[in-house]
């Protein structure tokens, strides 16, 4: 999988469109806004298995444990194998790459915005924001 020519674009503006919208499981929760992400970047949804089959956190994570065995790191790292991410040490991951942080409702994925200093993660009334030195495991998209 690669970035498409102009995907700062595509990403730039996909950040700008959700930056108020707020959390929802199986609309606008952190998988599906970093799939939602790298299909801007990539046009290949990676989420497609999993989209419209949950709509609360227990189906959520129900879904998940069927996918990966585990939550939401052990799902990015299957699906980094599906479609060939490459994880990269936390303080090399830059703009655009998948970021796993220690949110207030426990791990959780976001993007790297286009400052390459912020992580951007949906929360209950808009985009959250962490620093990068908040991650955890990172993965390079394309």
């Given amino acids: 999988m690669e970035r498409r020519n102009n995907w700062e674009h595509f990403l730039s503006e996909f950040l700008f469109k959700r930056k108020n919208s707020s959390f929802k499981y199986g609309r606008n929760d952190c998988c599906l806004f970093v799939a939602d992400s790298v299909e801007r ?6 989420a497609e298995e999993f989209r419209g089959k949950y709509k609360t956190r227990k189906s959520a994570y129900s879904l998940l444990l069927k996918f990966s065995g585990g939550a939401v790191e052990e799902t990015f790292g299957q699906l980094s194998k599906n479609y060939g991410f490459h994880e990269v040490p936390p303080n090399y991951a830059s703009r655009g790459d998948i970021a796993l942080v220690n949110a207030s409702m426990g791990d959780s994925v976001g993007i790297v915005d286009m400052s390459g200093e912020k992580v951007a993660i949906p929360g209950e009334t808009g985009l959250v924001f962490f620093p990068t030195i908040a991650i955890k495991k990172a993965w390079r998209v394309g």
């Fill in 41 to 46: 970047m990539t046009g290949v949804d990676i």
